[in-house]
């Protein structure tokens, strides 16, 4: 199956700082990415809808300007949690769109003291 | 939007036994019903699938049915290993010329007792 990497998988910020998180699909082209969040023993939800060359789409809820979403190549998205707070800490998930399924990175954990 | 539920929450069985996951979801327009396993601190893996276009997929130990009618679907584990501990999510979407975001359950605790 197809591979998607994240980076970092774990990352440690102070509270007002930036975190940027790297998407990629290593071996296909995805023109569509998605992002989704996870917070502990909780399901993956859907924060918005990367597209190559374009404004991503955000789910209802979801701070456009919080988490800036850039996806400037076919094979890289990132995500940039802008003044991070404690409540933003979680486990981030992306994912490349496939033809009939989605193909998930590995996530990264972000901690926000 | 689509909204989907999942049950049990928790399910515990005995090794051996069969497991259960049910999951309804609300939106006609969607076509596309993944179930995922998630292990602690990993990506959710994808271990079966099916769209509205059949009843029923089986794989090996799993097998997944669907009720388009009563927009229902649920996911069957026949004996159950020890290594099948996890959570396990469904989800859905509408295929639209490549799969789209999924909406996913709550997820259900699958614990295998020995």
């Known amino acids: 199956g197809a591979v998607v990497s994240q980076h970092p998988s774990w990352v440690i910020c102070k509270s007002g700082t930036s975190v940027k998180i790297e998407c990629r699909s290593l071996?296909?082209?995805?023109?569509?990415m998605f992002w989704y969040r996870q917070f502990p023993k909780q399901s993956l939800m859907l924060m918005a809808t990367?597209?190559?060359?374009?404004?991503?789409?955000?789910e209802q809820g979801v701070e456009k300007d919080k988490f800036l979403i850039n996806h400037a190549s076919l094979t890289l998205s990132t995500l940039t949690v802008t003044s991070a707070h404690p409540e933003d800490s979680s486990f981030y998930i992306c994912?490349?769109?496939?033809?009939?399924?989605?193909?998930f990175g590995p996530g990264t954990r972000l901690t926000v003291l | 939007g689509e909204n989907v539920e999942q049950h049990p929450s928790t399910l515990s069985v005995q090794e051996g036994d069969s497991a259960v996951i049910k999951c309804t979801y609300s939106?006609?327009?969607?076509?596309?019903f993944p179930w995922y396993k998630q292990e602690l601190g990993k990506r959710p893996q994808l271990i079966i699938d099916?769209?509205?276009?059949?009843g029923e997929k089986k794989d090996q130990r799993i097998a997944v049915t669907l009720n388009k009618t009563a927009k229902h679907f649920s996911l069957h584990i026949t004996e159950t290993q020890p290594e099948d501990s996890a959570v396990y999510f469904c989800?859905?979407?509408?295929?639209?010329?490549?799969?789209?975001?999924?909406?996913f359950g709550k997820g259900t605790h699958l614990i295998i007792q020995p």
């Open positions: 994912s490349a769109r496939g033809v009939n399924t989605q193909y």
């Open positions: 071996d296909f082209q995805a023109t569509t």
């Open positions: 990367s597209n190559e060359g374009s404004k991503a789409t955000y």
């Open positions: 939106d006609s327009a969607s076509n596309y």
């Open positions: 099916i769209r509205s276009n059949v």
């Open positions: 989800a859905a979407t509408e295929l639209r010329g490549g799969a789209d975001g999924l909406t």
